[in-house]
């Protein structure tokens, strides 16, 4: 008796589970990126600050005391140039100098120099990228077997130039870190400038803070360089296997050209300018903007007039792009760009979201996708328009059920 033939088997992990896990890489590399660079900024700064501090408490008692300036009686310039013995002189309280040098000092010390190690991880997310796309287009070519297949070879990812991707930032990074650094600086030294008035530990707090905003720039920068160069390592990979071969012959004999493009993968908690490219296909290789997204005006494409290429969508954006393939023959289910464009629809209409995306903006994304689209089950549209009704999505994420003890 002859055996049936074997039907071609699909991957042996899900679809939608590669992209969790390829989700769950991105993140980790762009958090990597973040703590490598930013945490020794911000411990710097920290430290600095316990050090005002503590150095205020010793010479004013508490951090609530307030430095009244001196007044008393001595040689001093009237108003028509005349001197005049009596006129009454403020002293500023000598004690304030010391903080104020102290702070000077501190953040003229802070190594803010993070450029370098930035690029070593944009170029370690890049190659992370480029090698997990590889590996994707290989195993597409293994068990599709109906189709002859021919991968062109694919680039090393050590080879990947990030020359036009990242320097825009980068290169500019530290000159601008300084330079904050710097404001912060010469804002304490105004201090020393305001002799009559009263000076505080507030005053300093306010310092710190202009310091706090280069940790921020840094974190930032780093954000954007991890998500764009881990795009361009995926880029790389899919445009160099849907290239027509230079000898002139035309596509590949059933290559991947009319396979592979690249899809757009969102966070669950995704403001709503990425959601709303959630699933998007690229066309041309770049990716077609939404005129809005779910009726909030859309974002302009950074730099001015250029296509959207991939990811970043914005500084903080933590999207990534993957190679899509089609799906396969025969197959009749729900594709996966359609699930994560279903999956962005039900992030809006629960109120899924981080705390800088502002809740009216996802009320507003809400209430518009609730009159133009029926693709969400009812439950899900119920718990929308109550929200929208009390003007406030519940808490996100949402707390478990606790047992019940008797």
Same mark, same amino acid.
């Given at each position: 008796?002859?055996?049936?033939?074997?039907?071609?088997?699909?991957?042996?992990?899900?679809?939608?589970?590669?992209?969790?896990?390829?989700?769950?890489?991105?993140?980790?590399?762009?958090?990597?990126?973040?703590?490598?660079?930013?945490?020794?900024?911000?411990?710097?700064?920290?430290?600095?600050?316990?050090?005002?501090?503590?150095?205020?408490? /010793?010479?004013?008692?508490?951090?609530?005391?307030?430095?009244?300036?001196?007044?008393?009686?001595?040689?001093?310039?009237?108003?028509?140039?005349?001197?005049?013995?009596?006129?009454?002189?403020?002293?500023?309280?000598?004690?304030?100098?010391?903080? *104020?040098?102290?702070?000077?000092?501190?953040?003229?010390?802070?190594? %803010?120099?993070?450029?370098?190690?930035?690029?070593?991880?944009?170029?370690?997310?890049?190659?992370?990228?480029?090698?997990?796309?590889?590996?994707?287009?290989?195993?597409?070519?293994?068990?599709?077997?109906?189709?002859?297949?021919?991968?062109?070879?694919?680039?090393?990812?050590?080879?990947?130039?990030?020359?036009?991707? *990242?320097?825009?930032?980068?290169?500019?990074?530290?000159?601008?870190?300084?330079?904050?650094?710097?404001?912060?600086?010469?804002?304490?030294?105004?201090?020393?400038?305001?002799?009559?008035?009263?000076?505080?530990?507030?005053?300093?707090?306010?310092?710190?803070?202009?310091?706090?905003?280069?940790?921020?720039?840094?974190?930032?920068?780093?954000?954007?360089?991890?998500?764009?160069?881990?795009?361009?390592?995926?880029? !790389?990979?899919?445009? !160099?296997?849907?290239?027509?071969?230079?000898?002139?012959?035309?596509?590949?004999?059933?290559?991947?050209?009319?396979?592979?493009?690249?899809?757009? *993968?969102?966070?669950?908690?995704?403001?709503?300018?990425?959601?709303?490219?959630?699933?998007?296909?690229?066309?041309?290789?770049?990716?077609?903007?939404?005129?809005?997204?779910?009726?909030?005006?859309?974002?302009?494409?950074?730099?001015?007039?250029?296509?959207?290429?991939?990811?970043?969508?914005?500084?903080?954006?933590?999207?990534?792009?993957? !190679?899509?393939?089609?799906?396969?023959?025969?197959?009749?289910?729900?594709?996966?760009?359609?699930?994560?464009?279903?999956?962005?629809?039900?992030?809006?209409?629960?109120?899924?979201?981080?705390?800088?995306?502002?809740?009216? *903006?996802?009320?507003?994304?809400?209430? %518009?996708?609730?009159?133009?689209?029926?693709?969400?089950?009812?439950?899900?549209?119920?718990?929308?328009? /109550?929200?929208?009704?009390?003007?406030?999505?519940?808490?996100?994420?949402?707390?478990?059920?606790?047992?019940?003890?008797?």
């Amino acid at each position: 008796m002859t055996a049936p033939a074997e039907e071609p088997q699909g991957p042996a992990v899900p679809p939608e589970l590669v992209v969790v896990a390829e989700s769950m890489l991105a993140l980790a590399a762009w958090e990597e990126a973040t703590l490598a660079a930013v945490a020794p900024l911000r411990a710097q700064i920290t430290a600095l600050t316990r050090t005002l501090a503590a150095l205020w408490v /010793k010479l004013f008692g508490d951090l609530d005391a307030r430095v009244e300036p001196a007044t008393d009686t001595g040689p001093a310039a009237a108003v028509d140039g005349t001197a005049d013995d009596d006129a009454p002189v403020v002293r500023r309280d000598p004690r304030l100098d010391q903080v *104020i040098a102290a702070a000077v000092d501190g953040l003229d010390a802070v190594d %803010h120099r993070v450029s370098s190690t930035l690029t070593e991880r944009a170029r370690g997310a890049a190659h992370l990228s480029a090698e997990r796309t590889a590996v994707e287009l290989d195993e597409f070519r293994a068990w599709v077997t109906d189709v002859d297949i021919t991968l062109p070879d694919l680039p090393d990812p050590a080879d990947l130039d990030l020359g036009e991707v *990242i320097p825009g930032v980068l290169d500019v990074l530290d000159d601008n870190l300084r330079a904050q650094l710097d404001r912060a600086a010469d804002r304490a030294r105004q201090l020393a400038e305001a002799d009559a008035e009263q000076a505080s530990w507030d005053s300093f707090v306010d310092v710190l803070a202009q310091a706090q905003h280069a940790a921020t720039s840094a974190e930032r920068a780093a954000r954007w360089s991890t998500t764009a160069a881990a795009d361009h390592g995926t880029t !790389a990979v899919v445009q !160099a296997a849907t290239v027509a071969p230079a000898d002139g012959s035309g596509a590949f004999s059933g290559s991947l050209a009319d396979w592979v493009e690249r899809m757009w *993968i969102a966070e669950r908690d995704a403001c709503v300018h990425c959601l709303a490219m959630a699933g998007a296909l690229t066309e041309g290789g770049s990716y077609p903007v939404p005129e809005s997204s779910f009726g909030v005006p859309t974002l302009a494409v950074w730099p001015e007039d250029s296509l959207l290429w991939g990811p970043p969508r914005h500084p903080n954006c933590r999207c990534r792009s993957c !190679a899509w393939l089609g799906q396969l023959p025969g197959y009749v289910g729900p594709d996966l760009p359609s699930v994560l464009r279903r999956e962005a629809e039900r992030s809006i209409l629960s109120g899924w979201r981080v705390a800088t995306e502002r809740e009216p *903006i996802r009320l507003a994304a809400a209430r %518009h996708l609730l009159a133009n689209s029926a693709g969400q089950p009812a439950s899900v549209r119920d718990r929308a328009r /109550k929200a929208i009704a009390r003007g406030a999505f519940d808490v996100f994420p949402r707390e478990p059920p606790r047992a019940v003890t008797t």
